[in-house]
């Protein structure tokens, strides 16, 4: 989607590819290597994957918290100004002034 990702992608993978090559060196099949590029290019999207659905679970149960003591505290606020109210006048009323 974005163009410097992509860019970083191609150098990503042709880091690995190169990798891979010199891997060829030491003796490993080239089955192999090709199944360990396979398995690293995998776990990459399949983290950003998991990152993503992640972060949309956990906002969605961040807005759900959010709005319930919303509610709450609005009939907090109401059960507070009514509770204030009979405190106020009875402390004025105590002083006999």
Excluded: H
Aim: hydrophobic fraction near 40%; aromatic fraction near 12%.
């Amino acid at each position: 989607s974005n163009p410097i990702g992509i860019l970083f992608s191609a150098l990503f993978i042709a880091n690995i590819t190169v990798g891979g090559f010199y891997l060829q060196q030491f003796d490993f099949v080239p089955e192999v290597i090709n199944i360990i590029t396979a398995f690293i290019i995998y776990f990459s999207a399949f983290a950003l994957l998991f990152k993503s659905f992640l972060s949309r679970i956990l906002l969605s149960r961040q807005r759900e918290n959010n709005e319930k003591p919303k509610e709450l505290s609005s009939d907090a606020v109401q059960a507070d100004k009514s509770d204030k109210e009979p405190q106020q006048s009875s402390a004025e009323g105590g002083d006999g002034q």
